[in-house]
């Protein structure tokens, strides 16, 4: 495992922590990007699918949910993220990843709350999401955000997080951080974004890893 705000890539660490465990996947579909996703290989389910030994999914959007099942995926259910305690499931998970979910909720906390249920003393609850000071993202804001009206973010994200601001959200809703790391701009996703982007990512993660494209933070109950 890797050291405390370390630099590292986002699949491995997941897959790392996930491999031979009982996993929950929270917002398993990508939407809007399903289909996309399944057909570069970039679906963060599939990946949790070759190492873990039994594998939930869980999501609100019931198109993506179908094309997952489509494609194969077991065990993938209908539930919205801010309001767990209706989801038609009891049981405890050794990991629970809420991957790049956390900003798409309007209420986080109702999912910080509400995943608890599926929780004991040693499962590992595992937030991914996107750095509010990815310094990648500030500079292509800055030349071609065409005065402010277009950003470089997802069509579905209502908020960004830091190290602070994620650190004490998880601590208002009666969670500890047990390690923190910021993750580099993937290798699935490096193809596909423009070679200057990945030439300005690595030149700033080398100055500084606070400038990383997102965070990490595994999340335990008090113990």
Same mark, same amino acid.
């Given at each position: 495992?890797?050291?405390?705000?370390?630099? !590292?890539?986002?699949? =491995?660490?997941?897959?790392? +922590?996930? #491999? %031979?465990?009982?996993?929950? &996947? /929270?917002?398993?579909?990508?939407?809007?990007?399903?289909?996309?996703?399944?057909?570069?290989?970039?679906?963060?389910?599939?990946?949790?699918?070759?190492?873990?030994?039994?594998?939930?999914?869980?999501?609100?959007?019931?198109?993506?949910?179908?094309?997952?099942?489509?494609?194969?995926?077991?065990?993938?259910?209908?539930?919205?993220?801010?309001?767990?305690?209706? !989801?038609?499931?009891? =049981?405890?998970?050794?990991? +629970?990843? #809420? %991957?790049?979910?956390?900003? &798409? /909720?309007?209420?986080?906390?109702?999912?910080?709350?509400?995943?608890?249920?599926?929780?004991?003393?040693?499962?590992?609850?595992?937030?991914?999401?996107?750095?509010?000071?990815?310094?990648?993202?500030?500079?292509?804001?800055?030349?071609?955000?065409?005065?402010?009206?277009?950003?470089?973010?997802?069509?579905?994200?209502?908020?960004?997080?830091?190290?602070?601001?994620?650190?004490?959200?998880?601590?208002?809703?009666?969670?500890?951080?047990?390690?923190?790391?910021?993750?580099?701009?993937?290798?699935?996703?490096?193809?596909?974004?423009?070679?200057?982007?990945?030439?300005?990512?690595?030149?700033?993660?080398?100055?500084?890893?606070?400038?990383?494209?997102?965070?990490?933070?595994?999340?335990?109950?008090?113990?």
């Amino acid at each position: 495992m890797a050291n405390d705000f370390d630099l !590292v890539q986002r699949l =491995d660490i997941i897959t790392e +922590i996930c #491999a %031979g465990k009982r996993v929950l &996947h /929270l917002g398993c579909t990508n939407y809007p990007y399903t289909e996309g996703a399944i057909s570069n290989a970039t679906l963060l389910h599939s990946e949790l699918e070759k190492v873990s030994t039994d594998l939930w999914g869980l999501d609100a959007d019931q198109a993506g949910i179908d094309v997952l099942t489509a494609n194969g995926s077991k065990q993938v259910i209908f539930g919205d993220l801010e309001k767990l305690e209706e !989801v038609d499931l009891d =049981d405890a998970f050794e990991v +629970i990843v #809420a %991957g790049e979910v956390i900003e &798409h /909720l309007s209420n986080p906390g109702l999912l910080l709350n509400g995943v608890q249920r599926f929780m004991n003393r040693n499962s590992v609850l595992l937030i991914t999401t996107v750095n509010a000071y990815c310094a990648m993202r500030f500079f292509y804001y800055g030349v071609r955000g065409k005065r402010g009206k277009i950003e470089p973010v997802h069509p579905d994200h209502v908020a960004y997080y830091s190290y602070g601001t994620l650190r004490l959200l998880i601590e208002r809703h009666r969670l500890e951080i047990s390690n923190f790391y910021f993750y580099d701009l993937g290798r699935e996703h490096r193809p596909h974004s423009r070679p200057v982007l990945n030439l300005l990512n690595d030149i700033c993660v080398t100055l500084s890893r606070q400038w990383a494209d997102g965070i990490i933070a595994v999340c335990r109950l008090p113990q």
